[in-house]
């Protein structure tokens, strides 16, 4: 979260981390995490839903760790759209077991299904999560529900499953939402393995390989490995 | 000739499916029978519409209690939720009704089950071969009937429409579980730029549960009644209609309405829209977020397309859904028989 940080830094976003850790770190306001053994994978949630309340702000944004900063995101919130939650989301893998070592995923989806997704179900690449705060309550409610769905089908929800279904039960529309959608905010990153690297970023601890062909049209702001296109 | 006594157990209102279709049939069957409401709540006999509507028909209105002793007389209950909990329907059956029940929804009501079981219904009578498939098993042995849903088509003219601003909207009882998660959103995402949102029936439950959304100026959220379901229906140019998942419509009477009155249908498959109309032809039925997309796009695009779809909607509802001579023979046989 220190490189995250840093990295923002770096790249003139002076906005404050709030990050719930067990010791401190570095450009961040820190705050001490609880065990609540309630939230059972849903932890950022509850954080969100229970701590950013007290920051009295419109909008929650929540970073994964792995994101890494390029330059300002400028206009954040556009990513939004319409819809109170943005995730970015990818197309579900059509593979067995995923890069990410998935091998529920068809269940998953079959949750979804359950759960009242009736678009082509996308799975979520949480490097980040802009929730409106007046949505949290609607927001929390979906989680739990799916989260419910999920543990009767045998599953173990994570965050990524979970935000991936409420994500697509608050937006309408799933494409206006998956990471090359937005080529402003977004550098794609293809996996490591597959890709043979034209480029390549640093940002002192992170290398990352990214495809340009295809959809660099953009000016990107953010990268991060969880943000990666198996058909862009 | 004295007609066959009916009491029916119901409200005609004017919000909800039930409540209107028992305004349509009051109208229908009174020819056929010698009809007299039956209130479980005792607040309908303050309602000047209710029993406006009632009088001017010449009927009479009784709270329940005092149904008399009728042998062979049928009491048809029209989705009343607390018949089966109440004891009511033990009554009617001590006083020598024949019961007949229509629920109306996709979901059995508390006791109702048990009432089957117990022989307490004589018939049951279903909107849709769909509802009734879902009933198989609590209705296992006990006499059943297929009725469809009665509108008047008198009530709802159609009408040729092109609105100086494109016009979508639905019109549904004020229940979120009617809406989809993020219905705000779907109407916007769907890409129409220069548009009107109508919403009736709208109330605070919608407020709350809709909180998060900005609703700009380009929506009109109005509560029921605020005006009447025809005039409602004939300021739109498309009745899109997105239903939240976990409810199925039996039938689909607003849909139904609006093809009456020339807003073409655009609405979800997975319900048993499929009987009401010919998809691409009298209105469209869509699988995804896209399906619909593309459909109001369309239709938004060729105006021609759209009033050539509006007639063929409004002519088949009239001549396949709403045809009062049909009608009539099926509630006459569904009820004598």
Same mark, same amino acid.
């Given at each position: 979260?220190?490189?995250?940080?840093?990295?923002?830094?770096?790249?003139?976003?002076?906005?404050?981390?709030?990050?719930?850790?067990?010791?401190?770190?570095?450009?961040?306001?820190?705050?001490?995490?609880?065990?609540?053994?309630?939230?059972?994978?849903?932890?950022?949630?509850?954080?969100?839903?229970?701590?950013?309340?007290?920051?009295?702000?419109?909008?929650?944004?929540?970073?994964?760790?792995?994101?890494?900063?390029?330059?300002?995101?400028?206009?954040?919130?556009?990513?939004?759209?319409?819809?109170?939650?943005?995730?970015?989301?990818?197309?579900?893998?059509?593979?067995?077991?995923?890069?990410?070592?998935?091998?529920?995923?068809?269940?998953?989806?079959?949750?979804?299904?359950?759960?009242?997704?009736?678009?082509?179900?996308?799975?979520?690449?949480?490097?980040?999560?802009?929730?409106?705060?007046?949505?949290?309550?609607?927001?929390?409610?979906?989680?739990?529900?799916?989260?419910?769905?999920?543990?009767?089908?045998?599953?173990?929800?994570?965050?990524?499953?979970?935000?991936?279904?409420?994500?697509?039960?608050?937006?309408?529309?799933?494409?206006?939402?998956?990471?090359?959608?937005?080529?402003?905010?977004?550098?794609?990153?293809?996996?490591?393995?597959?890709?043979?690297?034209?480029?390549?970023?640093?940002?002192?601890?992170?290398?990352?390989?990214?495809?340009?062909?295809?959809?660099?049209?953009?000016?990107?702001?953010?990268?991060?490995?969880?943000?990666?296109?198996?058909?862009? | 000739?004295?007609?066959?006594?009916? @009491?029916?157990?119901? $409200? #005609? *209102?004017?919000? /909800?499916?039930? =409540?209107?279709? +028992?305004?349509?049939?009051?109208?229908?069957?009174?020819?056929?029978?010698?009809?007299?409401?039956?209130?479980?709540?005792?607040?309908?006999?303050?309602?000047?519409?209710?029993?406006?509507?009632?009088?001017?028909?010449?009927?009479?209105?009784? @709270?329940?209690?005092? $149904? #008399? *002793?009728?042998? /062979?007389?049928? =009491?048809?209950? +029209?989705?009343?939720?607390?018949?089966?909990?109440?004891?009511?329907?033990?009554?009617?059956?001590?006083?020598?009704?024949?019961?007949?029940?229509?629920?109306?929804?996709?979901?059995?009501?508390?006791?109702?089950?048990?009432?089957?079981?117990?022989?307490?219904?004589?018939?049951?009578?279903?909107?849709?071969?769909?509802?009734?498939?879902?009933?198989?098993?609590?209705?296992?042995?006990?006499?059943?009937?297929?009725?469809?849903?009665?509108?008047?088509?008198?009530?709802?003219?159609?009408?040729?429409?092109?609105?100086?601003?494109?016009?979508?909207?639905?019109?549904?009882?004020?229940?979120?579980?009617?809406?989809?998660?993020?219905?705000?959103?779907?109407?916007?995402?769907?890409?129409?730029?220069?548009?009107?949102?109508?919403?009736?029936?709208?109330?605070?439950?919608?407020?709350?549960?809709?909180?998060?959304?900005?609703?700009?100026?380009?929506?009109?959220?109005?509560?029921?009644?605020?005006?009447?379901?025809?005039?409602?229906?004939?300021?739109?140019?498309?009745?899109?209609?997105?239903?939240?998942?976990?409810?199925?419509?039996?039938?689909?009477?607003?849909?139904?309405?609006?093809?009456?009155?020339?807003?073409?249908?655009?609405?979800?498959?997975?319900?048993?829209?499929?009987?009401?109309?010919?998809?691409?032809?009298?209105?469209?039925?869509?699988?995804?977020?896209?399906?619909?997309?593309?459909?109001?796009?369309?239709?938004?695009?060729?105006?021609?397309?759209?009033?050539?779809?509006?007639?063929?909607?409004?002519?088949?509802?009239?001549?396949?859904?709403?045809?009062?001579?049909?009608?009539?023979?099926?509630?006459?046989?569904?009820?004598?028989?």
């Amino acid at each position: 979260m220190e490189q995250c940080a840093l990295s923002a830094r770096d790249a003139g976003v002076f906005a404050d981390f709030h990050v719930v850790a067990d010791a401190p770190i570095s450009h961040c306001q820190c705050y001490r995490a609880q065990e609540n053994p309630a939230a059972d994978g849903l932890e950022a949630l509850v954080y969100l839903k229970g701590g950013f309340s007290r920051l009295h702000q419109d909008y929650a944004v929540w970073i994964a760790p792995e994101t890494r900063f390029l330059r300002p995101p400028h206009d954040l919130l556009s990513l939004l759209r319409a819809s109170p939650i943005h995730v970015p989301l990818r197309a579900a893998s059509r593979r067995p077991s995923d890069e990410r070592g998935d091998d529920d995923g068809p269940r998953f989806e079959a949750a979804m299904r359950k759960g009242g997704v009736r678009n082509a179900i996308h799975q979520a690449a949480p490097a980040i999560c802009i929730i409106r705060m007046s949505a949290m309550d609607a927001v929390f409610r979906l989680a739990c529900e799916f989260a419910a769905v999920a543990r009767a089908s045998g599953l173990t929800p994570s965050l990524s499953n979970t935000l991936a279904y409420v994500m697509q039960m608050l937006c309408a529309n799933p494409d206006k939402h998956r990471v090359q959608a937005s080529p402003n905010i977004w550098l794609p990153v293809r996996d490591a393995w597959n890709l043979t690297p034209a480029r390549r970023v640093g940002r002192r601890d992170l290398i990352l390989g990214f495809d340009p062909s295809g959809y660099m049209e953009g000016d990107p702001a953010l990268v991060s490995t969880l943000c990666y296109e198996t058909t862009p | 000739m004295t007609l066959p006594r009916l @009491f029916l157990i119901g $409200v #005609p *209102a004017r919000v /909800g499916g039930a =409540a209107t279709k +028992i305004r349509h049939l009051l109208p229908l069957l009174r020819a056929a029978f010698h009809i007299t409401l039956v209130f479980l709540e005792r607040c309908w006999f303050r309602e000047p519409d209710v029993m406006g509507f009632i009088k001017s028909l010449g009927m009479q209105a009784i @709270f329940i209690t005092d $149904v #008399p *002793a009728s042998p /062979g007389a049928v =009491a048809l209950v +029209i989705c009343e939720p607390k018949i089966f909990v109440s004891g009511a329907i033990r009554k009617l059956k001590a006083k020598g009704l024949r019961v007949v029940f229509s629920n109306e929804m996709m979901f059995p009501f508390e006791g109702e089950a048990e009432a089957a079981k117990e022989g307490l219904i004589d018939k049951a009578l279903f909107v849709s071969d769909f509802q009734r498939r879902a009933f198989s098993r609590i209705y296992e042995g006990v006499s059943q009937a297929i009725t469809g849903n009665f509108i008047d088509p008198g009530e709802f003219p159609f009408k040729p429409r092109r609105n100086p601003v494109f016009t979508i909207g639905r019109l549904s009882r004020p229940d979120a579980e009617k809406f989809p998660h993020d219905f705000p959103v779907f109407y916007e995402e769907l890409g129409l730029k220069s548009v009107r949102y109508r919403v009736m029936a709208w109330d605070g439950s919608l407020d709350k549960a809709f909180c998060w959304h900005r609703f700009g100026p380009e929506w009109d959220l109005i509560p029921a009644r605020k005006e009447t379901a025809a005039a409602f229906l004939h300021s739109l140019d498309l009745f899109v209609y997105p239903i939240g998942h976990r409810v199925q419509e039996s039938w689909g009477r607003s849909t139904v309405e609006s093809m009456l009155t020339g807003a073409v249908p655009v609405v979800p498959s997975g319900h048993q829209f499929h009987n009401l109309m010919v998809h691409g032809e009298s209105g469209f039925i869509c699988e995804t977020f896209q399906d619909f997309q593309g459909a109001v796009m369309r239709l938004h695009d060729d105006y021609a397309h759209r009033s050539r779809m509006a007639r063929i909607a409004a002519e088949h509802a009239r001549e396949n859904l709403c045809n009062p001579r049909t009608h009539r023979e099926i509630w006459e046989r569904a009820l004598l028989a």
